[in-house]
């Protein structure tokens, strides 16, 4: 099996996978990745990530030009805004997840980092995850948005509309964003009732043994 074909089975597997799980709905998220010479494979526009054809991703060359499959997703500027500000990412994941969507409206959700230190995982995964604006669906400003940042950040909320988290590769990417929503999941299950934060002490020693990117 060469690394194309099956790439183009793991991306439908791990979407599949988040569809079941009910971690996006309809035909809502999308997912690319990155081939070895440089071209992406992405989830075509309007399609379900329960129901994904290995055959029918969009193939995009590195200058952006469609190869082959269907229309990609509207999304990809906010896709192609990592991939170029962020040498390491090989893989970007964006879900409508009900929980992360559920904090990014709440008023005094941290706009510099939308999670509380509740588990070291979520730290460990994600580093400080940014809150952008509200978009309309396709509109290009989320990617300027993503730039903005300047590669300094792996994982994005958008307010109203889901997360966004870049990986080294697609499974690193799913899983960060698995872990962005169960630790949006926690944060609504116990607020209000004081829960026992990591210390800051434990924030730094997670950031220097995992080498995490913290400080941006």
């Known amino acids: 099996m060469s690394p194309e074909t099956r790439l183009r089975e793991d991306i439908c597997l791990l979407a599949k996978s988040l569809f079941d799980r009910g971690l996006t709905g309809g035909s809502s998220g999308n997912i690319s990745a990155r081939l070895e010479d440089g071209s992406l494979l992405v989830t075509p526009t309007g399609s379900s990530l329960g129901r994904l054809d290995p055959a029918r991703l969009s193939h995009f060359s590195r200058e952006g030009?469609?190869?082959s499959g269907d229309?990609?997703?509207k999304e990809m500027p906010l896709h192609t805004a990592f991939y170029d500000t962020r040498t390491q990412t090989g893989a970007v994941v964006h879900l409508h997840s009900c929980h992360s969507v559920a904090l990014s409206m709440l008023p005094d959700t941290d706009p510099d980092n939308v999670l509380p230190p509740l588990t070291p995982y979520g730290?460990?995964?994600?580093?400080?995850?940014?809150?952008?604006?509200?978009?309309?669906?396709?509109d290009p400003a989320m990617g300027e948005a993503v730039r903005g940042l300047a590669g300094k950040r792996s994982a994005v909320l958008l307010a109203n509309h889901g997360p966004v988290v870049a990986g080294k590769d697609v499974e690193a990417a799913v899983y960060a964003i698995e872990e962005l929503e169960e630790t949006a999941r926690l944060a609504l299950l116990t607020r209000g009732l004081s829960p026992r934060l990591l210390t800051q002490d434990h924030i730094e020693r997670l950031v220097k043994t995992f080498n995490v990117e913290w400080d941006a």
């Open 65 to 67: 030009r469609l190869l």
């Open 71 to 73: 229309p990609p997703t």
């Open 123 to 138: 730290i460990m995964k994600l580093g400080k995850v940014k809150l952008l604006p509200v978009f309309l669906p396709g």
